[in-house]
Each structure stands twice: as structure tokens, then as C-alpha cells.
């Protein structure tokens, strides 16, 4: 009776440490569902895309000279164009002939 008894506290604390989260959050979760009452022929509403933050971006322009960070280093380079609508700055690279275009994200303004 006793290897029965701790068979099935060892099975539920078991299947307990496998739920993806705890008890709490899903009676939360369930008590805040609240049903799909649109109907089929109503379209669901469309958000407008997301924009990426001004706070994000660094403010460069043509001109600028900035640090861009390739394979994992920052190497000096002055900004040729600028493109926010795709998220893309042309720069040359101090010591290499060709133009690269690399994420906004990835210049540092100095």
C-alpha cells in the first residue's frame, strides 16, 4: 500500500514540474478569456505595421562619420545614405574601396 501511495505522489509531482506554467497564472489566464463573439463575416480589425521606435534609430545622415559594427568589431565609417523606411544605412568603410549597406542597428554615432 505504501509503494502505491508513493508511486502516485512521485507520478503527480512529476506531471506537476512538467505544466509549462503554475496553477496561478492558469486560473488567471482562463478567468480572463473572454469569448470570440465576432462573426465570420465581420473581418477582424487591422492594426497599422509597427513603425520602429525613433528612440532606436540613431540619427545619422549622409556625411556622418560613425562606427559599424561587422563580425562582432566596430570599424570607423562614413554614412552615404540613408534609408529608415527600410531600416538600411549605406556606409564606406575607412580602408576599403566598396560601399556596405548594414542595419541601422548596427551603426554607433560618434
Do not use: R, W
Amino acid at each position: 500500500m505504501t509503494k502505491k501511495l508513493f508511486a502516485v505522489v512521485l507520478l503527480s509531482l512529476t506531471l506537476a514540474a512538467c505544466e509549462p506554467s503554475s496553477t496561478e497564472n492558469n486560473s488567471n489566464a482562463n478567468s480572463n478569456a473572454t469569448p470570440n463573439t465576432q462573426s465570420a463575416s465581420t473581418p477582424a480589425p487591422v492594426s497599422p505595421s509597427p513603425e520602429p521606435s525613433a528612440a532606436l534609430k540613431p540619427q545619422v545622415k549622409a556625411g556622418d562619420k560613425v562606427k559599424v559594427t561587422i563580425n562582432g568589431a566596430a570599424a570607423p565609417a562614413t554614412v552615404i545614405s540613408v534609408d529608415e523606411k527600410a531600416g538600411k544605412v549605406t556606409v564606406k568603410i575607412q580602408g576599403q574601396k566598396e560601399e556596405k549597406t548594414v542595419a541601422i542597428a548596427d551603426v554607433i554615432k560618434e
